[in-house]
């Protein structure tokens, strides 16, 4: 009896250590690729959502949930992560539906050009922060090249073994509590200015075709959607780079005819958003500052309304509470920014607060 006690506690601590030392050595994305935690933050929201936005850096960084609170009432959130293919995204609108129904979910169609996995480092953003679940084992084994290890992503420790030179006081500070929060219901503020005068133009392709697999999934999404009685709109963010092709979006407009679903070209709707990419953007084009995902929200949330006649919580105490503790954070990220911005020149990037 003694031996096989010993044994186990052997194997126990063991065990034990190899779970310690992987919660060491995992990124903790708190000063670079910050994105990496945005994911992970969904799971402490409230599960009461009426739209859910899925995709890439076109939603998470161009949506503001809280204009969309504080001007129609309705809860959302962004489940949006760097480079999201859509087999992720599809798996994300999946293990969404574990925790809740919304009404609506959004995607942002850029995701359709990449018919094949491209990156680890980005596939690491996206699923480090997603809990285990069959979407996300799903996920990994849809987004992996051919150089990584499927086990590497039930056990991180196999992949960042060898981290021991790169830590810092943050892998310490981290290592048994959850990142800070970076996302406002994940959206990811920049209330700096770098405009731009002209479109840059799109080099000629030999093919404008999107892939098989692409389609596969956008109608996976479709039926998911259906099959539980949620509505898909497809949106295309007014994102100057990764140039958006005509031929690209004939295609969106056909498959969103078919489907009997609303797509929003934001692109070609500048007066109703009436934004100005010499003072919206922060990066000449890519990515929308505060001011512009402000007014690209208020107009998202317009056309919600009108189409789907969203329920206004605004006069919910219990939902009033939880956008009350949101909006105070959102509007000290602003404040934080405007000031750093006011006294630099520029901003280090997005904010986080350690306390």
């Known amino acids: 009896m003694k031996k096989r006690l010993a044994a186990v506690a052997v194997c126990l601590s063991a065990v034990l250590i190899f779970f310690a030392l992987q919660a060491l050595l995992t990124p903790k994305y708190i000063t670079e690729a910050q994105e990496g935690n945005l994911l992970a933050e969904y799971y402490d929201s409230g599960k009461n959502h009426d739209v859910i936005f ?7 960084e161009n ?4 204009v969309l609170w504080r001007e129609y009432g309705i809860s959302s959130y962004v489940r949006g992560s760097p480079q999201q293919l859509i087999w992720m995204s599809y798996y994300l609108m999946e293990e969404t539906l574990r925790y809740e129904k919304p009404d609506v979910f959004v995607f942002n169609v850029l995701a359709m050009k990449y018919g094949e ?41 196999l992949r960042y073994h060898s981290r021991w030179s790169e830590l810092d006081k943050n892998d310490l500070k981290y290592w048994f509590k959850p990142a800070p929060q970076i996302s406002c219901a994940g959206y990811l503020m920049r209330v700096d200015t770098k405009g731009i005068d002209f ?13 098989g697999l692409c389609y596969e999934y956008l109608d996976k999404m479709t039926a998911l959607c259906r099959e539980n009685g949620i509505e898909l709109v497809l949106i295309k963010a007014p994102s100057l780079s990764p140039y958006w092709y005509d031929q ?20 070609e ?19 929308l500052n505060l001011a512009g995902a402000e007014k690209l929200t208020r107009l998202m ?38 000031k750093e911005l006011a006294e630099n020149g520029y901003l280090s990037g997005f904010t986080y607060f350690e306390d």
């Open 54 to 60: 899925i995709g890439d850096c076109e939603v998470y």
């Open 199 to 211: 479109i840059p133009p799109g080099q000629e392709l030999p093919d404008y075709r999107f892939s």
């Open 301 to 338: 949330g317009e056309l919600l309304m009108r189409e789907y006649d969203l329920t206004d919580h605004r006069g919910d105490a219990a939902y009033r509470e939880e956008w009350d503790r949101i909006a105070a954070f959102h509007d000290r990220v602003k404040a934080h920014q405007e």
């Open 269 to 287: 709707m500048s007066e109703q958003t009436g934004i100005d990419y010499m003072t919206d953007t922060y990066d000449a084009g890519l990515h």
């Open 117 to 157: 996995p491209q990156s680890e480092a980005y596939n690491r953003l996206a699923h480090d922060g997603m809990r285990l679940s069959g979407s996300k084992l799903r996920s990994v084994r849809a987004s992996m090249t051919e150089e990584e290890s499927f086990l590497s992503y039930l056990f991180p420790l």
């Open 248 to 267: 690209w979006d004939e295609q969106i407009e056909e498959y969103a005819e078919k489907n009997d679903l609303l797509y929003y070209n934001f692109l």
């Open 63 to 66: 949506i503001d949930p809280v």
